[in-house]
């Protein structure tokens, strides 16, 4: 499966946006997926993931109450919507598809990758 990640952008603090995922190859019904992010200079880290059929999520402690993420199987796309940015939020966001039935956040389980989006949020 191939993905592709958008919705980036610069966004000042307080902001909302939202980033989406669209798989070609294969349907998403056959993944969870997660996004990830990466800011400079450091880790990538964990920031929410879906399962399979949409039916469970889970979050990072840091995105919770901010953050939803979404699933339609149907259209192939998986979306998340950021609201309340902080400008910690900075990072490259990446999509990923892990096969496995449940939303997990470790990224080692993730066998497909996206090629990222850069939300940039100022203070």
């Known amino acids: 499966v191939q993905l592709q990640a958008s919705g980036g952008g610069l966004v000042q603090a307080g902001g909302s946006l939202r980033l989406s995922c669209v798989a070609s190859?294969?349907?998403?019904?056959?993944?969870?997926v997660g996004w990830f992010r990466q800011a400079p200079g450091k880790e990538r880290e964990f920031v929410a993931a879906?399962?399979?059929?949409?039916?469970?999520?889970s979050y990072a402690d840091s995105v919770k109450g901010r953050f939803t993420i979404s699933k339609d199987n149907a259209k192939n796309t998986v979306d998340l919507q950021m609201n309340s940015l902080k400008p910690e939020d900075t990072a490259v966001y990446y999509c990923?598809?892990?096969?496995?039935?449940?939303?997990?956040?470790?990224?080692?389980?993730?066998?497909?990758w996206g090629q990222g989006t850069l939300v940039t949020v100022s203070s």
């Open positions: 990923a598809a892990d096969p496995n039935y449940l939303p997990r956040g470790i990224s080692g389980t993730y066998h497909h």
């Open positions: 190859g294969r349907t998403f019904s056959s993944y969870a």
């Open positions: 879906i399962s399979r059929s949409g039916g469970a999520t």
